[in-house]
């Protein structure tokens, strides 16, 4: 295991740039803000019109090439994974029925027997504690993070986009966005080094900084490719901003000994942990369909 900044330019080589195929997805929180509905359900399987947001999580991550999936859950989630499983019995009905373009649906909800992990979050301490539960699946390789809540639309994934600029560089990439000044108190936000005005140098990493102090205004936002060395640090199980084991903090870590970058992603993201943000996404991927655009055009005229 390579630790120390004077073997960072060994990062470099194509040697240690494994192929990334393991995607952990932490889905255990409570969803309180999106309360009754999040009482019975997962937040995670709430639709963007007809599909959760854990499908549009897994559809991005298998466009990038991922083929291994872990989600961190917890009590009461057991939903995400029988989504993820085969239904017999409902495909069966509707092959008898002849109902093939339905049928045809239902395959982006299959993950291939072996190919999907869940792990418990028994306690809830924060991201950095939720992706250190996977540290068994993720062993010594790559792994990509992706989180449900933010959906990005756009030509191209979020995380193809990240592989690219990995297998250019090696070590870590984040996928980062400019927030106002004023919102840096509620993200991980960079300390920037070299910036080609695509991909930023990372020079260092704060959780929530107030915005008279944040480094900058450039944030992560819910898409990581991470080595596997990180674990060595989440592993120590050290508190920081709120109480919590940080993920942003153990990233910190890690600069200085290999390769770290941010990627001003082509896309756009709508947070669906925040009620406006998932009406919003509703409206924005229903408009872009052709059996549901014209309608919903028509249909907001009369609201605005």
Known sequence: MITTSNDARIYRGSVLKKPLRKAVLPVAGLGTRFLPATKAMPKEMLPVVDRPLVQYAIDEAREA??????????????????????????ETTLRERNKLALLETLEPSSI??????????????????????????????????????DIIKGGRGCLSQLVDVYNETGGNVVAVT????????????????????RT??????????DPS???????IIGRYILRPEIMT?????????????????????????????????EGTRYDCGDKAG??????????DRPDLGPAVKAFLRKYI
């Open 213 to 219: 102090v944040a480094p900058s205004n450039l944030s």
């Open 278 to 287: 998932f009406l919003e996404a509703q409206i924005a991927f229903a408009i």
């Open 65 to 90: 090439g991922i083929d291994q999936f872990c989600l961190i859950t917890g009590r009461g989630k057991d939903s995400l994974i029988d989504y993820f499983d085969v239904a017999f019995e409902l």
């Open 200 to 209: 930023v140098e990372v020079k260092g990493l704060v959780e929530k900084p």
């Open 112 to 149: 291939e027997a072996g190919s999907l992990a869940a792990v418990r979050q028994q306690e809830p301490l924060g991201l950095g504690h939720a992706i250190w539960c996977a540290r068994s699946f993720i062993g010594d390789d790559p792994f990509a993070i992706l989180l449900p809540d």
């Open 178 to 197: 400019e927030v106002p000044r004023d919102y840096t108190n509620r993200y991980g936000i960079l300390d920037v080094g070299q910036d080609d005005g």
């Open 233 to 265: 640090h989440l592993s120590k199980l050290e508190r920081g901003a709120g109480g919590e084991v940080q993920l942003t903090d153990a990233m910190a870590k890690l600069i200085g000994d290999m390769p770290f970058h941010g990627l001003r992603y």
